[in-house]
């Protein structure tokens, strides 16, 4: 297969993929604000509290933007600031009562359409598309490793140089 092809095929699926609908309706948390939740669930399963930083560092965004979405998830009561009983300086963040009854409901919504699709397509194609999606990550990964990014610093000057000459981003 063609390397190019191949990358003109990997963006479709991840546009159609990142543009699922589970919900028939506009849903009014977005991707990322949805996936801090996921990752506060996670540590609470874990027994444990988690703070912006470290929840900026799992979901690879700024502390800024982590500082921003709780702000909006706090007016809207979904997430909560919990000063540490010791260090009044630490605020944990968790998911209010109410959110949590509605993670819960969304998390039931996902596994009944994902249960549909596993009907649709049978158990042994889904597991299939699991392992070769895995792999796929994997080797890209692993060729990155590889290659490095020499090609890239180029790329980056000129990007760099480009914003700089609008009033953007600051050339190095």
């Not at 948390?29 to 540590?43: D, P, S």
């Not at 597991?127 to 895995?134: D, K, L, N, P, W």
């Amino acid at each position: 297969m063609d390397a190019d092809l191949l990358m003109q095929e990997i963006y479709k699926i991840a546009r159609r993929l990142g543009g699922m609908k589970i919900f028939n309706h506009n849903f009014p948390i977005n991707n990322t604000e949805m996936q801090m939740m996921k990752e506060i669930v996670r540590v609470k399963e874990e027994g444990k509290r988690i703070i912006s930083s470290d929840l900026a560092k799992a979901l690879g965004v700024t502390r800024s933007a982590i500082s921003q979405i709780v702000n909006k998830l706090e007016k809207e009561h979904l997430v909560e600031r919990v000063p540490d009983e010791k260090d009044r300086k630490i605020a944990y963040i968790e998911l209010s009562e109410s959110a949590l009854g509605v993670y819960d409901g969304l998390k039931r919504k996902i596994s009944r359409v994902m249960s549909e699709v596993i009907r649709k397509m049978g158990e042994e194609k889904v597991r299939s598309f699991i392992e070769g999606a895995s792999e796929f990550s994997k080797a890209v990964d692993e060729a990155v490793a590889e290659m490095g990014d020499a090609d890239i610093s180029e790329l980056e000057e000129k990007v760099l140089t480009a914003r700089s000459r609008r009033g953007g981003a600051k050339a190095r």
